[in-house]
């Protein structure tokens, strides 16, 4: 049994118009020690997608229906207090986007490492507060550094104080949102090394959202191809990357530049992606897609599973893969 | 194309930090020393890249040379010119021919001004085109090249209504309704998704060739820059530390700090791991610049002369130059 087993999970912002269809029909597994990488687009409800498996969603989102079953237990059907004291931060944490910013700056930082322990566990605030060391440590930080305050660590160390918070309760599974988005290139790999690292060391399985396909190659078992609020395309990295079969995942792969390799001619999607309050119907790729046809435009996708863990949602895949 | 275009001596921008009313009174001047004494040419229809992480002062160069801001010490040349200090009045024509585009286009487009407004200011301020209608003709033809095609459909709208990479078509459109020769592109596609991405580089690229550009590309990301750049110089903490051909620092680097940099790039291609990095640490304040190579507390080959002596920007091969004690055995 997968440790997290998401099904047609459908979750809605309710706003003065309608319906932003931000997670629409999303399906996908992640087992222990596996990291997951989310790729899409700014909009593409990836970032939602990870609030919705927490459940800390702004009090306007509706979520329409799906299961999120940790162990086989439905996340959507248990009770917010269990939900909070059991699971969130305890089973399931989360990494935020731009999380460096995040630390209280009045606040030394192992107090607040402390503080989300003490919140969940049973313990008295010295052992927090030894706990709270140790996890500086794990994330390569001196532990004598928990009485600093956060403006006396650089950007890439307040990172990694963020990630030693997430993992303060020892989660199964932590999910970053675009952890290395605001970071220069050498911290980004530092970073990078350090959650691969942790995720051998202790069996962690990891969701990283992000716009940045490199990343995802970086650090990613599997990857989940996300647009206008659906997976478009879920497989191994290794087959994603070598053997793309949507040609949204196709249009995106040509358009990322590389450092090694061959210097190739970068092919752009023309268009951009849709509004999610009225997305296209049909296909939502289609107005973008250079195989759509009338199919594409009236009907929605059906999955079509490619073995036990890949899938693709394509009306014309043997025609786009036929070459 | 090597024709000189752009040329600049030992340009330096120091800015001074404010203090408290005390700290100020007792104790000298403490200054962020942003640009500390470059020097580069920039050819004619080349794309030359300014690359190095946030804090190493590549926006602050961009800058400098469209004379934005005042350079505390050095000169920068248009054409054998030296513009470093004309006055606006002469300064004027110059700006005509040197642009810039600007990281953000969510910020950088007045929200109030239609697209017809935004790229035709320069027009107005420099007091080209007889009356609206020269102007309009001018705006379409400029949205066509862009391709903001048709051109009325984009004309009248607020830069809300447009994605980000329109807003950035716009912002280029506006760079280049003055004909420039030069533009400085600041980071453009730092914001855009990565599909689109690609559509600005490749219309920088077109552009280049149809109107016979120079850029100066100031970029953090070393892959986007791999792809555009014919050269490209390395800056850390206010210095370059590496200058050559692209394919040359790329398939040859030769400063510690620009073999970490090309070793922590992610590669879209799971095969490809990031290595070791063999630097630690992180860009330090460039208000405390450490003493002789600024690079050797995070250089793994730091030597005693290292901590003493700045080194020089030294050709070692074929225009290919390094600023590292490392070859200056000349080897």
Request: proline share 7%.
């Amino acid at each position: 049994m997968p440790l997290l087993s998401v099904r047609d999970l459908k979750m809605f912002y309710q706003v003065e118009r309608g319906f932003v269809k931000a997670v629409n029909d999303v399906t996908f597994d992640l087992n222990r020690g596996e990291a997951l990488g989310i790729a899409g687009e700014s909009g593409c409800g990836k970032s939602s997608l990870a609030l919705t498996i927490l459940r800390i969603l702004p009090p306007n989102a509706r979520i329409m229906g799906g299961s999120i079953l940790l162990e086989g237990q439905d996340l959507l059907k248990m009770n917010e207090e269990i939900l909070r004291k059991e699971v969130r931060w305890k089973r399931i944490s989360i990494v935020f986007q731009g999380a460096m910013n995040a630390l209280n700056p009045v606040f030394k930082v192992g107090d607040q490492i402390a503080e989300a322990i003490l919140l969940h566990e049973n313990i008295s605030k010295d052992e927090a507060l030894d706990r709270a060391r140790e996890l500086l440590k794990l994330v390569g930080i001196s532990p004598s550094r928990a009485d600093n305050y956060p403006h006396e660590f650089s950007g890439g160390m307040r990172q990694r104080v963020m990630i030693a918070m997430a993992l303060a309760c020892n989660p199964d599974i932590v999910i970053a949102d675009e952890p290395t988005t605001a970071l220069d290139v050498i911290v980004q790999a530092q970073i990078l090394k350090l959650l691969k690292d942790l995720r051998s060391k202790l069996n962690l399985s990891l969701i990283l959202i992000t716009h940045d396909l490199s990343i995802i190659s970086e650090i990613c078992d599997k990857v989940a191809i996300m647009y206008a609020g659906k997976i478009v395309e879920y497989g191994s990295t290794h087959e994603i990357f070598k053997n793309p079969l949507h040609p949204y995942t196709q249009g995106l792969i040509s358009a990322i530049p590389s450092i090694r390799g061959p210097k190739r001619q970068l092919q752009s999607i023309p268009g951009t992606p849709p509004d999610l309050l009225n997305p296209p119907p049909g296909c939502p790729f289609h107005p973008r897609c250079p195989y759509a046809d009338s199919t594409c435009k009236s009907e929605i996708p059906p999955v079509i599973s490619l073995g036990r863990s890949r899938y693709v949602m394509c009306h014309k895949i043997e025609e786009v893969n036929e070459r | 194309m090597n024709k000189t275009l752009i040329r600049v001596e030992n340009l330096k921008k120091w800015f001074p930090l404010k203090r408290g009313f005390f700290a100020s009174l007792f104790g000298s001047e403490v200054y962020v020393r942003a640009v500390d004494g470059i020097s580069f040419n920039i050819y004619e229809g080349e794309i030359f890249g300014l690359a190095g992480e946030s804090g190493s002062g590549k926006t602050t160069t961009g800058r400098l040379i469209l004379r934005l801001i005042e350079p505390t010490e050095g000169k920068i040349y248009f054409e054998d010119t030296d513009i470093t200090n004309l006055k606006s009045k002469e300064l004027k024509p110059y700006r005509r021919r040197m642009q810039i585009i600007f990281q953000d286009p969510y910020e950088s487009l007045n929200p109030r001004m239609t697209v017809y407004d935004i790229i035709t200011e320069p027009l107005r301020v420099h007091k080209i085109g007889e009356g609206e209608e020269e102007r309009l003709e001018l705006a379409y033809k400029i949205l066509e090249s862009v391709q903001l095609i048709p051109p009325e459909e984009f004309l009248y709208r607020f830069p809300h209504e447009l994605s980000g990479g329109q807003r950035q078509r716009v912002a280029i459109a506006r760079a280049l309704i003055l004909r420039p020769k030069f533009i400085v592109a600041d980071e453009p596609i730092s914001m855009l998704d990565m599909s689109i991405r690609a559509e600005i580089l490749n219309l920088m690229l077109n552009l280049k060739k149809e109107y016979g550009l120079t850029y100066l590309y100031i970029t953090h990301d070393l892959a986007t820059a791999r792809y555009i750049c014919d050269r490209i110089a390395i800056m850390y903490l206010g210095k370059i530390v590496e200058l050559g051909s692209m394919d040359s620092v790329l398939e040859n680097p030769l400063h510690p700090y620009t073999r970490a940099l090309l070793a922590a790039v992610p590669v879209p291609d799971p095969d490809i791991k990031i290595g070791e990095i063999p630097i630690k640490g992180e860009i330090p304040s460039p208000i405390n610049i450490p003493s002789g190579c600024r690079f050797h507390p995070r250089c793994p080959y730091a030597k005693e002369i290292c901590r003493s002596k700045e080194p020089e920007l030294k050709e070692i091969e074929y225009q290919h130059f390094v600023a590292c004690h490392l070859y200056s055995n000349g080897r």
